[in-house]
């Protein structure tokens, strides 16, 4: 009976020590399933930590490649602004600056004002000829000359001179306005084309 009391014993340890075993299995059960569910929620908020900055990343190259693609475009409209001033400046030099001169030269106004400002001069410096003349003339002839045979007789050319003069000064040319207007513009070479 001691044996059997005795196997009855271990067989009551075994199951104390078989209860234990399982508790401490279920125990080691419940850390490992609580070790990996923390390791799934850390990797679960690495993953969105690193999905953020990837999102963050991605953001910025986004907005660098447009900001890029601006640059290109803003260099691109330079480029092109550039090579049509270059053009316009070449007209310009090459046509432009002759034709507003010859437009200016030839303008009705401004050839009817030279043509009188040139008859006014040739006629005061004849008549200031002829009077110069008249003077010599009488210094050493005995007889006294007058000027009642000169063409301009009576006539102020002096006054009639300074009058065309001031009037030229003071000539306006529509031409001229016209060629203003089309300088003022953005397309002021364009216009010039179509002016000349």
């Not at 507003?100 to 009817?112: C, F, G, S, Y």
């Not at 045979?149 to 306006?172: H, M, P, Q, S, W």
Request: with cysteine.
């Amino acid at each position: 009976m001691k044996k059997f009391y005795r196997f009855r014993q271990e067989i009551n340890n075994l199951k104390v020590e078989n209860a234990t075993l399982a508790k401490e299995k279920a125990a080691a059960e419940a850390a490992a399933k609580e070790a990996e569910t923390h390791r799934a929620v850390e990797a679960r908020i690495e993953v969105q930590a690193r999905e953020t900055i990837l999102g963050d990343v991605n953001q910025r190259l986004e907005e660098a490649e447009m900001r890029a693609r601006q640059v290109a475009e803003e260099r691109d409209g330079l480029a092109t602004s550039n090579a049509q001033l270059v053009d316009d400046r070449a007209w310009m030099r090459e046509f432009g600056v002759a034709n507003v001169a010859n437009a200016i030269l030839d303008a009705p106004e401004n050839t009817t004002a030279v043509v009188n400002v040139i008859d006014r001069t040739r006629e005061a410096g004849f008549k200031a000829g002829y009077n110069e003349c008249l003077k010599y003339v009488n210094a050493l002839s005995l007889k006294k000359f007058t000027d009642e045979r000169c063409a301009l007789r009576g006539i102020d050319t002096d006054a009639t001179f300074t009058t065309v003069t001031e009037a030229y000064k003071n000539l306006i040319l529509p031409a001229l306005a016209q060629i203003v207007e089309c300088l003022e513009a953005d397309d002021y070479v364009d216009r010039l084309c179509a002016f000349f």
